[in-house]
């Protein structure tokens, strides 16, 4: 039986979770499977398989936090730093949400080790945010926004690490006020002195 494209990205979504609970190494085909409410049979011809599985819900999950973070900082009527505040306050809040941490974060020590397109995937999804931090960085850095020490390239690397850091700090339970003070210290560090962000 042919699937609706609605239902296969219900069932991609569905099983993102499983791997965002679980990590990559942890999720069963049986989870996904009860997760999806495909059966074995259904998701063998749709996806091929576990890995296909993950590949298909790591691409839904770059997708969405592109739109977001692309959405906001090329947004050129809005001062670059007021706009990184918006988009980790809203990671913060939902990755505290999951208590799970990031779906990235989460399955990255899973891969780390293996030469194959799941770390690939992984790494182009680093490389689009990074570029994306550095346009608006670069953009900040003209106004007089950033740190003078600071390059465009440096900054964005300083906000890369805090998104994955955080969202393990999240999954280790530390509160929601804490990561946001976080935040706070970051954006301080690498904006211009008497700048308020």
Do not use: C
């Not at 670069?138 to 926004?145: Q, S, W, Y």
């Amino acid at each position: 039986m042919s699937r609706s494209d609605a239902e296969i990205a219900t069932a991609v979504l569905a099983a993102r979770d499983v791997f965002w609970r679980a990590g990559y190494d942890e999720a069963s085909i049986e989870d996904i499977v009860a997760a999806t409410g495909f059966n074995r049979y259904a998701l063998y011809s749709e996806f091929g398989g576990k890995r296909e599985v993950f590949l298909a819900a790591l691409e839904q999950y770059h997708e969405e936090l592109k739109a977001l973070f692309l959405s906001h900082l090329a947004n050129l009527e809005r001062p670059p730093m007021q706009a990184f505040r918006a988009v980790f306050e809203f990671a913060i809040d939902q990755i505290h949400a999951r208590g799970r941490g990031s779906l990235m974060s989460n399955v990255a020590g899973d891969i780390s080790h293996r030469e194959t397109i799941e770390r690939e995937r992984i790494k182009a999804y680093l490389e689009d945010i990074t570029a994306s931090f550095v346009d608006a960085l670069a953009r900040a850095d003209a106004r007089g926004e950033l740190n003078e020490n600071l390059d465009p390239e440096d900054a964005a690397m300083i906000l890369v690490t805090l998104i994955m850091g955080l969202g393990t700090a999240a999954e280790h339970g530390t509160p929601l006020k804490q990561l946001k003070q976080t935040l706070d210290a970051t954006l301080a560090a690498i904006s211009a002195p008497g700048k308020a962000y």
